[in-house]
């Protein structure tokens, strides 16, 4: 591994933290800064006292920010991971998608797999005591700060296809308690010599986390348990909807039919108008 674990006083955020809990999520480019939209207005009306977070990399221009900015979210910008030249070229985009590629539905273009490792630094958030991480390709239905009372390290299963996927997480939404030295342990195992990790984060966390605490699959629903798996789906329980794989806003989406009603629903947070209550939407049909 390559340079030191960064003192957090080096991150300039645009405000002081005004909670001790916050929920956090990941900005990379302007697609995700686009989903941010739609998520951060999503928690925002769940009318929680916890700040939001969002973390964002160069790779975002200040245009693509500004609209968060009504939210009065905390932005705070960082950089990639300070990890060495062999893992950054293991993990570029193009070797992680010859050596694991994804079978079960389609990554976006702009998806960069060394972009999700800045996930991890969340640790190193230590004014809160407490964080939720939320992918930006989600949205919140409901209240859910009863997930501060998790125990680190939290994480729903990575169900969307069968059940005997529970013993998998997903780290679209997790829990866990800032701390230098974690951050700091977890960048030692994550550049290990010829280390690969074929879902980047999501493969580090639950091998770091091995005894994770599982959450329920509805606070972190996977789109295509909607078509797949609809005798889970129940949409006064679920309180954060995933968009993995194909993202709402994208023009090209092969699924965008079969999934019409969610992509419906996530352009309502995004426009803020006409958001359904969403206790009365109708579940998908069973077979």
Not at 180 to 187: A, K, P, V
Not at 228 to 250: A, M
Request: glycine share 4%.
């Amino acid at each position: 591994m390559s340079g030191a674990v960064a003192n957090p006083e080096e991150f300039s955020p645009s405000s002081p933290a005004a909670a001790h809990q916050a929920f956090v999520t990941l900005v990379t480019n302007a697609d995700y800064a686009l989903g941010a939209r739609a998520l951060v207005r999503s928690i925002r009306l769940t009318r929680t006292p916890a700040d939001i977070v969002v973390l964002y990399t160069g790779g975002v221009d200040a245009a693509a920010l500004q609209p968060l900015v009504e939210f009065d979210c905390r932005l705070i910008e960082t950089e990639l991971l300070p990890l060495s030249d062999e893992f950054n070229a293991r993990h570029a985009r193009r070797n992680v998608h010859e050596k694991a590629p994804f079978t079960k539905g389609r990554k976006p273009d702009f998806h960069s797999p060394l972009d999700n490792f800045c996930k991890l630094r969340l640790w190193q958030l230590v004014e809160y005591e407490c964080c939720v991480f939320i992918d930006a390709d989600a949205i919140v239905l409901r209240n859910i700060d009863k997930l501060f009372s998790y125990p680190e390290f939290s994480a729903a299963p990575n169900v969307y296809e069968s059940l005997a996927d529970f013993h998998r997480l997903n780290s679209g939404v997790f829990v866990a308690k800032p701390s230098l030295e974690t951050f700091g342990n977890m960048l030692a195992v994550l550049d290990a010599p010829d280390a690969f990790w074929p879902r980047t984060d999501q493969t580090l966390l639950q091998s770091y986390f091995p005894d994770w605490h599982g959450l329920p699959v509805t606070m972190n629903m996977l789109q295509y348990v909607w078509f797949n798996l609809p005798e889970l789906w129940d949409w006064r329980s679920i309180g954060v909807l995933h968009y993995q794989y194909e993202k709402p806003w994208e023009k090209d989406h092969p699924r965008a039919e079969a999934l019409r009603p969610l992509i419906d629903l996530w352009f309502a947070y995004l426009a803020g108008d006409d958001i359904p209550d969403v206790a009365t939407l109708a579940n998908p049909a069973q077979s």
